[in-house]
């Protein structure tokens, strides 16, 4: 069942968090190969926009943009397009770009993890038939990944930031450990913590924007707002929208347009 890759908590009264007066942020989920619904969650961005009227935006893209889903290789191209197109968009690295690089690089315990993790479906993505990936050992599947997978992509991967902060808000992809100041944190913790950070009762320094970690539906705390909806297996896609002390969340396979938070 779908439903059991979900987490599910709790959910308290969120702070009264901002952005900085004149901006406006939308922060999106996990895309994990789901070119598709990047291509319509986009459309709804650019409509709220438009509907919204002018503001400095930023668009900012928690991480795993790879992996699971059927289309990872389109999804760098349309990303690398929105990047040259407007100047207004940031990348957040996730656990799964990690692993993917680490695999292009020939790191032999990256390169098992990609396979289990959903590396097998990013690879296809890229043109390999089916068949050779699963004859393939793992140094011949290195070998295969340096002529499959553009320098292009590799570089636009590594360019990505670890965390973004804007206001009262702090973008990462995984969480952040609860003890530890946000300008100490370990880049191990921003792309994979879950647990230390998820049943963190108190206060933080920022209100956490956070993918990672699948839910039904966005996952609000007073201290953080989980927006990862499994776009890979569910169909749904999720923007946070940010603007002044209000929120709002634009979503994929939804016939409603945006939901005020």
Request: one cysteine or more; charged letters at 30%.
């Amino acid at each position: 069942m779908i439903s059991k890759l979900f987490k599910s908590r709790s959910v308290a009264k969120p702070t009264q968090s901002q952005v900085p007066p004149g901006r406006r942020v939308y922060a999106v989920g996990d895309i994990h190969g789901r070119a598709d619904l990047l291509d319509e969650l986009i459309g709804l961005i650019e409509a709220d926009e438009r509907e919204r009227g002018a503001a400095d935006s930023t668009v900012i893209f928690l991480g795993d943009i790879v992996d699971r889903g059927p289309a990872s290789a389109a999804v760098i191209d349309r990303l690398r397009d929105l990047a040259h197109a407007r100047s207004d968009v940031r990348f957040l690295l996730g656990n799964h770009e990690e692993i993917f690089l680490g695999a292009l690089d020939g790191e032999p315990k990256a390169l098992r993890l990609f396979c289990r993790i959903g590396g097998r479906e990013t690879v296809l993505s890229y043109g390999m038939e089916a068949a050779e990936y699963e004859r393939l050992d793992y140094e011949e599947l290195v070998q295969r990944l340096e002529t499959l997978v553009p320098d292009e992509h590799r570089e636009f991967l590594r360019a990505f930031e670890d965390m973004i902060v804007i206001g009262d808000y702090a973008f990462v992809h995984a969480g952040v450990r609860p003890d530890t100041p946000l300008n100490l944190q370990r880049t191990s913790d921003l792309r994979w913590i879950r647990d230390p950070f998820l049943d963190h009762r108190s206060t933080l320094e920022k209100t956490i924007v956070h993918g990672h970690t699948m839910t039904d539906e966005i996952e609000r705390r007073g201290h953080r707002i989980g927006i990862d909806t499994g776009a890979y297996a569910s169909g749904r896609l999720t923007a946070l929208g940010m603007e002044g002390t209000e929120t709002w969340s634009l979503q994929t396979g939804t016939a409603v347009g945006p939901k005020t938070n």
